[in-house]
Structures are given as structure tokens and as C-alpha cells.
């Protein structure tokens, strides 16, 4: 798994990697026929206030796999099973490629470029919990104690701002070239999918 993670993030540390890998309550794994791991994310779940929170720590697919849905069907499928009444997925991203599934599987979600705040106060809540003063709420975003950006080549926004949603990321989070991570939060709900998020956890 590092060996995965450190061809697409410019990090050689090891000892943050295994840190966060050991607070984590589960890792969905991407295969190929052989064994080899093509991709994972790992994920933990909290207790905030009456909130059950499901948080995506790292993730990374393989250049080969790019495009495919393998990891996000396993990944939903997972959560959804998990999932009460009152459930939120927590992410935070510094790559526009994971930002750009928010729009694609959910209907509702936090930031988005139509600025709808309804989520905030929770989300701000969320990180604080998480992340403490790594986290600042006027700008949404989290900068990490030891940063680990995207490698050049892995994300090219400037490539796709004509999307809508790539360019409000790139607004969003200027710094993410450095490593900043924009805090994201969506509720989990079967009402909240998108017909594309309604097949990834089976249902018409």
C-alpha cells in the first residue's frame, strides 16, 4: 500500500502513513487477478454530537485503473451497509479527481459551487474534531503537519477547467498543489444519489 501511495504522493514518510493507518477501522482494497493491490482508501468512522461520520483517510488508485469505478462501487457499497439514520461521508482532497465524484454520485454535498451553506456548521464541527487547528473554517481547508501534494502529472487541473466543478475546487483550494486538502462532507442517504450513485450500491 505505501508502495502504491508513493508513486502518486511526494512522500517518503512512512511512519505518518502507518500512524494513519492504524487509527482507521477498515481498508477497501483494489485487486487484480494476481493479488497485487491497485488501489485502496482507507476509512474510520466518528461520533459527532448525534452524527455517525464515515472518514476517507488515504486513497489512491493506480494510473492503469483510472476511469474505473472498482474502488468507489466496493467503497459505497460498504458505507451505505453501515449506514443509520443520520450519516455523513467526511473526505478531504487535494486532487480534483476525487472532488469531481461528489457531483457525480450525490445530489447534496459541501462546498459546491452554488454555495449552499446548509452543511457547513456541521462540516466545520467535523474537522475541528478531526483536525483541531489544522483546520481553518473561513477557507474550508486543511493543511496537514507533513503535507504529502500529488506528484507532477497525477492532477492537472488547468487540463479540465472547463468542468464546473474543477474549477470551483481549484478556486476553493489554491494551495493544493502544496498538499492542502479542501474539507468536503455528504450526507449518506439513498434520496441523495444521483442515478450514477444508485448503481454503484446496486439499485435502479
Not at 511512519?15 to 494513519?20: G, I, L, N, Y
Not at 457547513?120 to 473561513?138: C, H, M, S, T, V
Not at 464546473?164 to 489554491?174: C, E, G, S
Amino acid at each position: 500500500m505505501f508502495a502504491l501511495y508513493t508513486t502518486y504522493f511526494a512522500t517518503s514518510d512512512r511512519v505518518t502513513f502507518e500512524r494513519d493507518l492504524a487509527e482507521k477501522e477498515w481498508v477497501v482494497l483494489l485487486r487484480d487477478a494476481s493479488g497485487t493491490i491497485d488501489g485502496f482508501s482507507t476509512l474510520m468512522r466518528m461520533r459527532v454530537g448525534d452524527a455517525t461520520v464515515f472518514y476517507s483517510g488515504d486513497t489512491i488508485v493506480a494510473r492503469h485503473r483510472w476511469g474505473t469505478f472498482d474502488l468507489p462501487r466496493t467503497w459505497s457499497r460498504h458505507v451505505f451497509a453501515e449506514a443509520d439514520a443520520n450519516t455523513y461521508w467526511f473526505l478531504i482532497s487535494s486532487g480534483y479527481r476525487t472532488y469531481r465524484y461528489l457531483p457525480l454520485f450525490f445530489r447534496d454535498f459541501y462546498p459546491r459551487p452554488d454555495h449552499d451553506l446548509s452543511l457547513k456548521p456541521l462540516l466545520d464541527e467535523i474537522a475541528i474534531a478531526k483536525f483541531g487547528d489544522a483546520y481553518d473554517p473561513q477557507s474550508g481547508v486543511v493543511r496537514l503537519a507533513t503535507p504529502a501534494p500529488l506528484r507532477d502529472g497525477v492532477s492537472d487541473p488547468e487540463l479540465r477547467l472547463h468542468n464546473p466543478h474543477v474549477r470551483f475546487f481549484v478556486d476553493a483550494n489554491p494551495g493544493h498543489v502544496h498538499g492542502d486538502e479542501l474539507a468536503c462532507l455528504v450526507p449518506i442517504d439513498v434520496a441523495n444519489l444521483t442515478p450514477a450513485g444508485l448503481r454503484m450500491i446496486g439499485r435502479r
